[in-house]
């Protein structure tokens, strides 16, 4: 993955915290996720978390093309 794209969904995670946390509060644990992020429980969750991604992508893919097929005729 991309450095630049790491760094853009840190931050994302980040304001999306700050905005769902009732006292909006700022994620303060970053040093502590720096360290466990490289923890094999955390390595496999990411492999979990990318498949269950590419599984939900691919699902929505056919589903278009399924419809693309059909050409869009459910209101026939």
Same mark, same amino acid.
């Given at each position: 993955?991309?450095?630049?794209?790491?760094?853009?969904?840190?931050?994302?995670?980040?304001?999306?915290?700050?905005?769902?946390?009732?006292?909006?509060?700022?994620?303060?644990?970053?040093?502590?996720?720096?360290?466990?992020?490289?923890?094999?429980?955390?390595?496999?969750?990411?492999?979990?978390?990318?498949?269950?991604?590419?599984?939900?992508?691919?699902?929505?893919? *056919?589903?278009?093309?399924?419809? *693309?097929?059909?050409?869009?005729?459910?209101?026939?």
């Amino acid at each position: 993955m991309c450095i630049d794209k790491i760094f853009v969904q840190i931050s994302e995670a980040l304001n999306m915290y700050e905005r769902v946390d009732k006292d909006k509060k700022s994620f303060t644990l970053i040093p502590c996720w720096n360290i466990l992020k490289e923890e094999d429980k955390w390595k496999a969750k990411m492999i979990e978390l990318a498949e269950l991604e590419k599984q939900a992508s691919k699902k929505k893919k *056919q589903v278009h093309q399924d419809v *693309q097929a059909k050409g869009c005729r459910t209101n026939q």
